[in-house]
């Protein structure tokens, strides 16, 4: 089974600071996903990467940034933490495309203070 | 554009059968099909392809109108583990990100 794991299941940030989230997979795939729930609204995209140092925008990007160093970990930045940025974070691995079966992790709440 | 999805909620007695709707105003090449448990990452549950199959397991299936560009998830006599947020995932093409709907809330009760 793919594991998908993140950092932290909860975290606590004040406003303005740099908030970095990291995703792990262990079964080499290559597509990895960030993406924001949030009651009523679903899933939502932030991030794509289908490749090491490859990404692209989702349909919520703005306030965040991606880092893929290594293809088994996926990293998102908040550069300047918002309390509109209070959510919950899943990440999710896919082996063949992005529209392929996704694998999520347990995803991380995020509060902002 | 996100997928509708109806209800928003329902509750069912063990037993019960349920129906949970997915609506796109786009032509849709796929639709996806996830379960998330309280407190729990979502878990996949079924693909479906244009071309209108149906599809499931147990006692969970789906079928796809794409004339429609519509999808429906059957839950027959329901069992308290069925319980949880269901999400619908379109995509309009081979290989294009997946939309997901709001999510149906669904509560069995013994």
């Known amino acids: 089974d793919v594991k998908v794991t993140q950092s932290s299941r909860y975290l606590v940030k004040r406003t303005g600071e740099k908030v970095f989230l990291e995703c792990v997979q262990d079964?080499?795939?290559?597509?990895m996903f960030w993406y924001r729930q949030d009651p009523g609204l679903g899933l939502r995209l932030i991030y794509f990467s289908y490749d090491v140092k490859m990404k692209e925008k989702g349909d919520i990007p703005e306030g965040y940034s991606v880092s893929r160093e290594k293809k088994e970990r996926f990293s998102l930045i908040l550069e300047s933490a918002s309390t509109n940025q209070t959510s919950m974070y899943l990440c999710a691995s896919s082996l063949y495309s992005k529209a392929d079966l996704l694998n999520f992790g347990p995803g991380t709440r995020l509060t902002v203070l | 554009q996100q997928p509708v999805q109806s209800p928003q909620a329902v509750i069912l007695r063990e037993g019960e059968d349920a129906v949970i709707n997915c609506s796109s105003s786009?032509?849709?090449?796929?639709v996806h099909w996830y379960r998330q448990k309280h407190g729990e990452a979502p878990v996949f549950l079924m693909i479906?392809?244009?071309?209108?199959e149906q599809k499931g397991h147990d006692k969970i299936s789906a079928s796809f109108n794409e004339k429609k560009q519509q999808s429906s998830l059957y839950l027959t006599a329901s069992q308290l583990s069925y319980s949880g947020t269901y999400f619908c995932?379109?995509?309009?093409?081979?290989?294009?990100?997946?939309?997901f709907g709001a999510g149906t809330i669904l509560r069995v009760k013994s």
């Open positions: 479906l392809l244009k071309g209108g």
């Open positions: 079964m080499d795939h290559e597509n």
């Open positions: 786009k032509a849709l090449y796929s």
């Open positions: 995932g379109t995509s309009s093409g081979y290989g294009n990100k997946l939309v």
